[in-house]
């Protein structure tokens, strides 16, 4: 099993050009989250996703983000005209379907993608 | 809205002490607590994790307590080495809708030898 998969590990991008973060779940799991961590400070979510299906976008900008993740292939999360405010790491976790309140496991995190604006 | 605050953010230790962090959520529906380490330049790693119905749950050198009433929950590391020197960070969960985590601002914990 080789846990959850993100791509590319860093990635740098000049201002105005789109970031394109790749993220393939744990075999088995269909729950795919996003989060962003900026130097220093704490993970935020920022979307939740099932297969074709956005659950909840509660912590992603309006503007220029968006996330989806097909019925094949990996969760694709996608920024537009990035900004120097857009630097930061970038993880994908997967769950699975159960509730890990309820006896099934918490997230599994990828390595995560380091997103350096210039 | 939902917060969970952490402490301290830097916790230096002996090797061979205990270390402990403290967290503090809001959202009472929260009813699944996980700690997940970070080493630098990596994805966070889950540790141990605590339910809503238990008031503490033990692993070798690492334990959790929760208690629901005051919105508090601990991790305890026993017997430190330098190896645990990283950041922890502490997150609830409310499972009444989304999955989503709240987590903490983490504590960096450096083990001196």
């Known amino acids: 099993n080789a846990g959850v998969m993100q791509n590319p590990r860093h990635l740098v991008r000049r201002r105005g050009q789109e970031a394109r973060l790749r993220c393939s779940p744990m075999k088995g799991h269909s729950h795919v989250y996003w989060y962003r961590q900026l130097p220093e400070e704490g993970l935020k979510f920022m979307v939740y996703?099932?297969?074709?299906?956005?659950?909840?976008e509660s912590g992603m900008p309006k503007e220029r983000f968006s996330a989806e993740f097909p019925k094949e292939g990996p969760s694709i999360l996608r920024i537009q005209q990035v900004v120097r405010g857009d630097s930061a790491a970038y993880f994908c976790?997967?769950?699975?379907?159960?509730?890990?309140?309820?006896?099934?496991?918490?997230?599994?995190f990828g390595s995560g993608t380091r997103l350096t604006v210039v | 809205g939902e917060n969970v605050e952490q402490h301290p953010s830097t916790l230096s230790v002996q090797e061979g002490d205990s270390a402990v962090i403290k967290c503090t959520y809001s959202d009472s529906a929260s009813n699944y607590f996980p700690w997940y380490k970070q080493e630098l330049g990596k994805g966070p790693q889950l540790i141990i994790d605590i339910r809503s119905n238990v008031g503490e749950k033990k692993d070798q050198r690492i334990a959790v307590t929760l208690n629901k009433t005051a919105k508090h929950f601990s991790l305890h590391i026993t017997e430190t080495q330098p190896e645990d020197s990283a950041v922890y960070f502490c997150?609830?969960?409310?499972?009444?809708?989304?999955?989503?985590?709240?987590f903490g601002t983490g504590t960096r914990l450096k083990v001196l030898a």
């Open positions: 997150a609830a969960c409310s499972t009444s809708g989304t999955y989503k985590y709240i």
């Open positions: 996703l099932q297969k074709e299906n956005i659950i909840d």
């Open positions: 976790a997967s769950s699975s379907q159960s509730s890990p309140a309820q006896g099934g496991y918490g997230y599994t």
